[in-house]
Antibody, heavy 119, light 107 residues
Framework: EVQLVESGGGLVQPGGSLRLSCEAS????????MHWVRQAPGKGLVWVSR????????NYADSVKGRFTISRDNANNTLYLQMNSLRAEDTAVYYC????????????WGQGTLVTVSS | DIQMTQSPSSLSASVGDRVTITCRAS??????LNWYQQKPGKAPNLLIY???SLQSGVPSRFSGSGSGTDFTLTISSLQPEDFATYYC?????????FGQGTKVEIK
């Protein structure tokens, strides 16, 4: 069974940092591109970042470019999102998602982890 | 970036109704259009991919159509478990933009 389990969320002050993790199981993690998507309270889904299966390609939304870094550890089946210089507008539930490469849909999602940026 | 616009933003319908949600892309995305359902407090769930392909395990009352810039999600006979928010998403290019969502509520 495919599972994605996020962790690392919590309350952080503006300007602070946080690292999210997404532990994958039930599939060959190293074969899939992975994404982060976030959802502010009561709002819609917003794509944040993606990373290729071999880590050679990363992309970011303009709103997080230069502040967030996506990475992965294929040996330990884990995806990361390092978030620096956090702002109030980064407050959201963060989901990791697996991308089916051929037709590019997100077929599995984690349960999400809440990040709250507040003083 | 490709902008995705859904309509309506919300709708009220009764069990058994036929429901249609539209999604328009700001430029042609071929058939790289996916639909997700999200219930409160839960992660999104893939319904339709490639504009019209039904994801495994999704009831056949859900269907998708369209290509280029205009797409439609149809629920042929609304069931109680279908009350949720629906999002379209383009996977033609990065960033993988979503529509703003359509909330389907009970009339």
């Amino acid at each position: 069974e495919v599972q994605l389990v996020e962790s690392g969320g919590g309350l952080v002050q503006p300007g602070g940092s946080l690292r999210l993790s997404c532990e994958a199981s039930g599939f060959t993690f190293s074969s899939y591109w992975m994404h982060w998507v976030r959802q502010a309270p009561g709002k819609g889904l917003v794509w944040v970042s993606r990373i290729s299966s071999d880590e050679s390609t990363t992309n970011y939304a303009d709103s997080v470019k230069g502040r967030f870094t996506i990475s992965r550890d294929n040996a330990n089946n884990t995806l990361y999102l390092q978030m620096n210089s956090l702002r109030a507008e980064d407050t959201a539930v963060y989901y990791c998602a697996r991308e089916e490469r051929a037709t590019r849909y997100f077929d599995y999602w984690g349960q999400g982890t809440l990040v709250t940026v507040s003083s | 970036d490709i902008q995705m616009t859904q309509s309506p933003s919300s709708l009220s319908a009764s069990v058994g109704d036929r429901v249609t949600i539209t999604c328009r892309a700001s430029q042609s995305i071929s058939n790289y259009l996916n639909w997700y359902q999200q219930k409160p407090g839960k992660a999104p769930n893939l319904l339709i991919y490639g504009a019209s392909s039904l994801q495994s395990g999704v009831p056949s009352r859900f269907s998708g159509s369209g290509s280029g810039t205009d797409f439609t999600l149809t629920i042929s006979s609304l069931q109680p478990e279908d009350f949720a928010t629906y999002y379209c998403q383009q996977s033609y290019s990065t960033p993988r933009t979503f529509g703003q969502g359509t909330k389907v509520e009970i009339k």
